[in-house]
């Protein structure tokens, strides 16, 4: 975990990883009222579903594709993605150095 309440390296979030044979990697480095960060770094597949927050993830390594809602777009570092509330999405054929930052936000069922 971070060793500040409001600031972390990607080294101390990426330490606190589940295990690199795990699919489903993923880490909360700071909460705060309803906003959320969390590194995510998936291995082979993403099995996440849609979620109740709005959400951004920016890309911090890696490459690959990202679906959501039926439109596919390629990706790579440094790239930035919304996703709405409830949005069906995923990452799919990314690299294996894939990670990205994850910032949620907002109330259930996202911003009007």
């Not at 009222?33 to 996440?48: E, F, H, I």
């Not at 439109?71 to 894939?98: T, Y």
């Given at each position: 975990?971070p ?13 606190s ?14 909460r705060?009222?309803?906003m ?11 099995t996440?579903?849609p979620?109740a927050q ?11 594709e ?6 596919r ?5 440094q790239?930035?993605?919304?996703v ?23 109330p ?5």
């Amino acid at each position: 975990m971070p060793t500040s309440d409001w600031m972390f390296s990607l080294q101390e979030i990426e330490a606190s990883l589940p295990a690199a044979d795990r699919a489903m990697r993923f880490s909360y480095a700071l909460r705060h009222g309803s906003m959320k960060v969390g590194l995510y770094a998936p291995r082979a597949q993403d099995t996440q579903g849609p979620h109740a927050q709005d959400e951004l993830y920016i890309v911090i390594r890696g490459s690959g594709e990202f679906v959501k809602n039926g439109q596919r777009r390629s990706f790579a570092a440094q790239d930035v993605l919304f996703v709405e509330a409830g949005a069906e999405h995923r990452f799919e054929s990314f690299s294996d150095d894939f990670a990205s930052w994850v910032i949620f936000w907002g109330p259930s069922g996202g911003d009007a």
